[in-house]
């Protein structure tokens, strides 16, 4: 959890803001208010500091390394080419090919930008391209060019560090360090290396070495500042020695065993490590600050304005947040939880406005990335709403909306990127916010119903206020109050809300201090319902039913089908088609999201429907389209506009959906978001896909390419792609992952086998006594298996329960279960183990031989077939039909030459 531990007094550091990136390789560089990140998908980005918006993305080659920046930024690739980008835009200015992949970023000195590649050569270039040296090194390289005091600085594999002039490239000198671990760091007069256990500092001028310390573990991390040389190691100790001669000035512990980096910077050092980042004293080693990551942290490095910090293919930046509110009527700072885990914080104020107030509200919420919404409203001196102003910004997407209320008509204008929607509605006077409402209402202390403006939707919606009296939270007075059917607010007698809580969705808001509130922790959330049995995989998926165990409204069809029962409810989900009577007409125009009128949505729907003799073959060819070209990647934001996905090329669900339901759009088509749940494994997992109207409803999932679903995409809502229609679908999905903490699979039919929970149940209890050598326990829950519905295993239980009973000497009662098997399942798996298995307990020897004869003429290929010649020959033998004998050996011999069965002299002739 960030600790709390402002270097100012007024000062509380927070989570800025979080991207996806997809694995930063190496720290950025920066320059003024951007900081330059290279991943390893082959991606460079500017990123604007303040917010984390990229001002330019560039895309290259696979594991790009990099950058470095000097007015021009410079990145390499793996293919061995280095780019020179303007800083300013991304523009390529220059590209040269290099001997050998680009392996570690290049670094700027006084000649320009040094390069090594992984074939031993190091480069530089000045800004225009132009290369002013190379050098070939007799090893290969094992870290970076370093440059300080008119040497690059490289480390190789042979264990020798080796210091080129910058100028002309000339070997100045060469240290035989041993295998380096960690640097190498310039310090002044000094280079300073990690070699194992050992610390190690160098001249600079010569390559000797001033002195050697060894520390323990594997030292992976260096760093110097002023008179002081600081190390890491991978014990979790972080070391502070004097720069003269090495010895200790104090040590800290800063986690477990890991990997650990280190950096420091005005005053203070920088460690990350597998359990996150932190920020020490470089006077004392006490630890400053510390943020946990769920995954191991690749670096932290200081920025304007905070910390940046790579972990989980997440970038976040932490920092000093400095709020907006300046001279409050009143405040709430309180922190967001979801099913008892924090997931991000609010922040609402009043301040006195022209004619009325002024009501704002910050939300951050930082479950699965970063988002920040933002709501302005002003009001009359009655507190009704006249104008309000908010945005929504996730990465680099940000979408706004303006209102004005004016004699009860709301004009509302909504931007998304490269698009423009205004509506008005007759709405009527209206309150802007919740929190206004409950301060009103505990000044009145009376029940009533307000309209309010539901901000996000920008809908109205009439809300009962009722006071249930007093009331105590944490052993503190306050006053109770139910908002609708779903709230309960405890405040207190000033109208401060002291907690918030949903009960349908699991959802609190509870006050706490501003530096409470603002404490990041990562949500570490199970956004999927865990179910009893392990589904088939789901495009085989041709009926399920499920029992859950809270009822909620779902769509119920032809396709799925939905009854409540005893308190629960069972959704059963076909492959039909849903005969769905909802009007296409509302779901044709454009939307926030859905950018259906841009040119470039236009002219890729045209071409795809082009020649098209039915609406359907077009919608056809966008499902095609949108499966082959988009890209099952991370977004960094998680929910991307049409256009944002076209000019991406990637996304995961939500992205291919909205495209394809865009396109259908263009085309004339109908058609809308599904949101639901996925059957994967033991879990249902969200999921969106879509629907088309081509004649009636069609199920459409562009993730996996499918026109027609399969049964395992259960509905939790059919909705149009946006502001409006969106929220109230993730509610429902919000409410179903929030009340399902598990779901019973009643039934599954995939691939014409019908499964069942308890029938899959006795089979592993079957297997599990039958390991421990207990073979009549075994024998009875076979039984219990075969007298369920036929099911997938009814076959192998029937087989298994026979040969159990062989084993047992019960020859009789086994040779009954084998051909019941036979008769009732003449076409499962197990027929030819039956066959085979009764023609080796039969005391019968001719019935043994109609038993192998049927074996090897009616599955040929079966690996019990060449067995059944072998034995049918030795039976044939034993009866004196040497004749046949020989037959069925000929047989063996040429259906199975390369069976072990078959006989020397055969095989020889």
């Known amino acids: 959890m960030l600790a709390a531990v402002p270097s100012q007094a007024d000062e509380i550091w927070t989570l800025l803001w979080c991207r996806w990136m997809g694995t930063p390789l190496w720290p950025p560089v920066t320059s003024d208010d951007t900081a330059f990140v290279a991943s390893a998908g082959g991606e460079v980005y500017a990123l604007r500091l303040r917010e984390g918006v990229a001002i330019w993305k560039f895309g290259a080659g696979r594991m790009m390394a990099g950058p470095a920046s000097e007015g021009v930024v410079y990145v390499g690739d793996v293919g061995g080419n280095l780019y020179g980008l303007e800083g300013s835009s991304g523009k390529v200015l220059w590209t040269r090919s290099l001997w050998g992949d680009v392996r570690f970023p290049p670094t700027c000195g006084p000649s320009g930008a040094y390069v090594v590649t992984g074939t031993g050569l190091l480069y530089v270039f000045d800004r225009k391209g132009n290369e002013r040296w190379r050098v070939r090194i007799p090893s290969i390289p094992s870290s970076g060019p370093a440059v300080a005091g008119g040497f690059v600085l490289i480390t190789c594999s042979d264990g020798g560090l080796r210091a080129y002039c910058t100028e002309e490239g000339r070997l100045a000198w060469i240290s035989d360090v041993g295998k380096v671990t960690a640097g190498p760091i310039p310090a002044g007069d000094f280079v300073l290396v990690g070699c194992g256990g050992y610390a190690k500092a160098l001249r600079l001028d010569d390559g000797g070495i001033a002195w050697s310390r060894f520390l323990g573990g594997r030292v992976t991390g260096a760093a110097s500042f002023a008179a002081e040389a600081f190390f890491v190691t991978s014990a979790g100790w972080a070391y502070c020695l004097d720069m003269a001669d090495g010895k200790p000035v104090w040590k800290e512990k800063v986690g477990p065993v890991g990997d650990y980096g280190l950096g420091a910077s005005g005053g203070k050092l920088y460690v990350w490590g597998p359990e996150g980042a932190s920020i020490l004293s470089s006077k004392g080693g006490e630890i400053l600050r510390r943020w946990s990551t769920v995954e191991p942290a690749r670096w932290a490095y200081p920025v304007p304005g905070g910390v940046l910090v790579s972990a989980g293919g997440f970038l976040y930046l932490f920092g000093p947040l400095h709020p907006r509110s300046r001279n409050p009527i009143w405040q709430e700072w309180a922190e967001v939880r979801y099913k008892g885990v924090k997931v991000g914080y609010r922040h609402t104020w009043a301040e006195g406005g022209s004619t009325g107030l002024v009501v704002s509200t910050d939300e951050v919420n930082w479950q699965n990335g970063f988002r920040r919404t933002s709501f302005r409203a002003l009001t009359d001196s009655s507190y009704i709403l006249r104008e309000l102003e908010g945005e929504c910004r996730e990465a680099d997407q940000l979408l706004t909306v303006e209102v004005k209320v004016d004699s009860g008509l709301l004009i509302a204008e909504r931007r998304g990127p490269e698009v423009v929607l205004r509506d008005t509605f007759d709405v009527g006077p209206l309150v802007p916010s919740f929190a206004l409402i409950r301060h009103l209402a505990v000044d009145s202390f009376s029940d009533s119903a307000v309209r309010v403006l539901d901000v996000r939707r920008l809908v109205p919606v009439e809300e009962s206020i009722s006071f249930s009296g007093p009331d105590t939270l944490d052993g503190v007075g306050c006053l109770r109050i139910e908002v609708g059917e779903e709230l309960t607010v405890w405040t207190e007698g000033s109208g401060r809300v002291l907690r918030i809580w949903s009960p349908l969705f699991k959802e609190e808001v509870r006050s706490v201090p501003p530096e409470e509130a603002l404490a990041w922790k990562p949500p570490e959330l199970s956004l999927a319902v865990p179910l009893d049995l392990e589904l088939p995989p789901f495009r085989k998926v ?368």
């Open 542 to 909: 041709g009926e399920l039913t499920l029992r859950f165990p809270y009822p909620i409204e779902l769509p119920s069809d032809a396709r799925q089908e939905v009854r409540r029962s005893e308190g629960c409810l069972e959704v059963k989900v076909t492959q039909s088609l849903p005969e769905d009577t909802t009007s296409p007409r509302p779901y044709l125009g454009p939307t926030v999201f859905l950018q259906t009128e841009h040119p470039e949505i236009l002219k890729l729907a045209k071409g795809l429907s082009e020649g098209s003799k039915d609406p359907e073959e077009g919608v056809r060819m966008a499902l095609d389209w949108v499966y082959s070209h988009i890209r099952p990647e991370e977004t960094a934001a998680k929910f991307l506009t049409a256009l944002e996905v076209l000019r991406e090329g990637r996304g995961a669900c939500t992205e291919h959906s909205v495209l394809f339901v865009a396109l259908c759009r263009a085309m004339g088509v109908p058609a809308r978001a599904a949101l639901g749940l996925l059957g994967a494994g033991r879990e249902l997992v969200p999921h969106m896909w879509a629907q088309v109207h081509v004649g009636t409803w069609v199920d459409v999932d562009p993730s996996y390419g499918q026109f027609g679903v399969d049964g395992a995409h259960i509905a939790l809502a059919y909705v149009d792609v946006s502001l409006r229609d969106l929220p109230e679908a993730e509610r429902v999905l919000q409410m179903a992952l929030a009340n399902w903490d598990t779901a019973e699979v009643v039934k599954v039919r995939a691939d014409g086998d019908t499964y069942l929970p308890e029938a899959e149940i006795l089979w592993k209890e079957a297997d599990e006594a039958e390991q421990s050598f207990k073979d009549e326990e075994a024998i009875s829950l076979l039984r219990k298996l075969i007298s369920l519905p036929e099911n997938r295993l009814t076959a192998p239980a029937m087989y298994r329960l026979g040969v159990l009973l062989v084993r047992k000497g019960r020859k009789e009662e086994a040779e009954g279960q084998l051909l019941k098997l036979l008769d009732e399942f003449p076409g499962s798996e197990e027929v030819d183990d039956a066959l085979y298995k009764l023609a080796e307990i039969s005391d019968d020897k001719r019935r043994a031989l109609k038993f192998l004869r049927r074996l090897v003429e009616e599955f040929p290929d079966s690996p019990l077939a060449d067995d059944a010649l072998h034995r049918e020959a030795g039976i044939y033998r034993r009866l004196g039909e040497g004749e046949e004998a020989e037959r069925a050996l000929r047989l063996l011999s040429e259906r199975y030459p390369d069976s072990p069965w078959v006989p020397r002299d055969i095989r020889r002739r």
